[in-house]
T-cell receptor
């Protein structure tokens, strides 16, 4: 069974600085997808970034980028130029695509606080 | 609609009562998921619908939980004889085809069982 581990329950960063959130996963699959979702106090889960395992290039979305290390089964999220609006719970998630259910397996989350 | 919508936003009920939670997916999305977010269990998958196929109910925690999807669109999650451990946020997500497409989430329903 696949598992996702986020070892940092809480993190804090000053506005405009850079922060990295860690995520490791365990799987025997070769083809899979990894995601970072953000959940602000409004509860809405918002997709931040997505990475296909077959792609060697790290995904980037504006201030958000990942460091995907397939051999090490590591998928960290880097947030550059942190903004107050980045304050939220961040979840790392794994998905194994199949012909049936493509459910997401989530980590326990990292609560990020951006300080002014 | 523009996004996934869920109702009610919050629901408070008494132990032993039945509740119904509603999810309206993004128009045109064929895949629909229910997840539960609780303090003790984190985020866990409950059930999956894809088009007209039989749903994957493997994540439902007990036979008190059931869900249906009418006309391939709106879904209702029903919890019978609610227990205090059912208190959680219930999240619905939809995706275009369900295979490799990104899941988009609704705002969730916070259920509190007294």
């Amino acid at each position: 069974a696949q598992t996702v581990t986020q070892s940092q329950p809480e993190m804090s960063v000053q506005e405009a600085e850079t922060v990295t959130l860690s995520c490791t996963y365990d799987t025997s699959e070769n083809n899979y997808y990894l995601f970072w979702y953000k959940q602000p106090p409004s509860r809405q889960m918002i997709l931040v970034i997505r990475q296909e395992a077959y792609k060697q290039q790290n995904a980037t979305e504006n201030r958000f980028s990942v460091n995907f290390q397939k051999a090490a089964k590591s998928f960290s999220l880097k947030i550059s130029d942190s903004q107050l609006g980045d304050t939220a719970m961040y979840f790392c998630a794994f998905m194994r695509p199949s012909g049936a259910t493509n459910k997401l397996i989530f980590g326990t989350g990292t609560l990020l606080a951006v300080q002014p | 609609g523009a996004g996934v919508s869920q109702s009610p936003s919050n629901k408070v009920t008494e132990k032993g009562k039945d509740v119904e939670l509603r999810c309206d997916p993004i128009s045109g999305h064929t895949a629909l998921y229910w997840y539960r977010q609780s303090l003790g269990q984190g985020l866990e998958f409950l059930i999956y619908f894809q088009g007209n196929s039989a749903p994957d109910k493997s994540g439902l925690p007990s036979d008190r939980f059931s869900a249906e999807r009418t006309g391939g669109s709106v879904s209702t999650l029903t919890i019978q004889r609610t227990q205090q451990e059912d208190s959680a946020v219930y999240l619905c997500a939809s995706s275009s085809t369900g295979v490799t497409d990104t899941q988009y989430f609704g705002p969730g329903t916070r259920l509190t069982v007294l």
